[in-house]
């Protein structure tokens, strides 16, 4: 398969998710741009956004093996990564594996187990891989988190790390859908959409792993010059220096807004990337990876604020 037609599967792969999910283009660009670059993406968004509907009809989409676990408090590690169970009849221990040994894990609110079942997914998330009882196994690849979590409620939760924040690639805020996008739910539903039954909805996949390799193989050759990353690095840099930012972008968000950057270039037919792409790309790669002073979250101020503000003060290479 050519360049063009791996183009136009990702095309097809967005129209796909189209069928079930309406109203949601962004967070739907957000995650085909987090598959191709090897990334994790967390979806925040208020309960009935179709966050959870919005990964199985990718899932579905793609030709991969899915898995949902939803996070709650009494969730342990093990129930997680798998663990090592007695077999009565061979008289010795096996490793059964955990729902983390899937192509696509949907980590359904996530910030409702503690840190500790959420540290879990760290090894996983970075390494690709799961270490128990001293012996390492490797995940399938590829191998994605889909994390949603609930802004609005505070009890019951956990706050998520900013280690583990770090690497999820993207943050995709689900909004509320406008009136015209909610009418057509209601029309959907009222012609006998159902959400379980995404077959019956005319999802049907059009990738598969090989092709997503591919695709992900071709990302990589995607050229940036000096200039454009020196632009990269000079955003990241002011997230540091702006007095309401108590904890700014690391060199890891560096890396992350440059995939992300390559892999948005690639979708739009360019073999480098230009600023226009990093801009695109800054505000789902970095705003979960700022970490804002008392007195700055006090006054209203967000962190897509202040980047937006850096978008218009760092000077763009031309």
């Known amino acids: 398969m050519t360049e063009s037609q791996l183009r136009e599967a990702f095309a097809s792969l967005r129209t796909e998710v189209g069928k079930a999910v309406v109203g949601q283009d962004a967070a739907v660009t957000g995650l085909t741009i987090t598959l191709l670059a090897g990334g994790h993406a967390l979806l925040e968004g208020v309960p009935g956004v179709a966050k959870t509907l919005l990964v199985r ?87 994605l988190v889909a994390a949603t979590m609930n802004p609005i409620e505070y009890e019951g939760t956990y706050t998520l790390p900013e280690a583990q924040l770090d690497r999820f690639l993207m943050k995709l805020t689900l909004e509320l859908p406008e009136r015209d996008h909610e009418v057509e739910v209601l029309q959907r539903h009222a012609h006998g959409f159902n959400p379980r039954d995404l077959a019956a909805a005319g999802v049907t996949p059009v990738l598969d792993a090989e092709q997503l390799a591919a695709a992900q193989a071709a990302v990589a050759k995607v050229g940036a010059s000096a200039d454009v990353l020196a632009y990269a690095v000079d955003l990241a840099r002011a997230t540091r220096q702006s007095p309401s930012v108590k904890l700014g972008v690391s060199p890891r968000g560096s890396t992350a807004l440059l995939a992300a950057s390559k892999a948005w270039a690639w979708l739009n037919g360019f073999d480098a990337i230009t600023p226009d792409h990093v ?3 800054a505000l789902p790669v970095l705003r979960h990876r700022i970490q804002l002073r008392p007195e700055a979250e006090l006054e209203g101020v967000s962190a897509d604020t202040i980047l937006r503000a850096i978008l218009q003060q760092v000077q763009v290479p031309i």
């Open 57 to 143: 009809t990718l899932s579905h989409a793609l030709k991969l093996e899915t898995k949902r676990v939803q996070f709650t408090p009494d969730l342990m590690p093990g129930d997680l990564t798998g663990s090592l169970v007695y077999d009565s009849k061979s008289g010795e221990f096996e490793f059964r594996e955990g729902p983390v040994f899937t192509n696509i894990l949907l980590a359904d609110e996530i910030n409702r187990t503690p840190p500790k079942t959420q540290s879990a997914l760290l090894e996983a998330m970075e390494e690709r891989q799961v270490s128990v009882d001293g012996v390492t196994r490797k995940l399938p690849v590829p191998f």
């Open 279 to 281: 801009q695109a790309m």
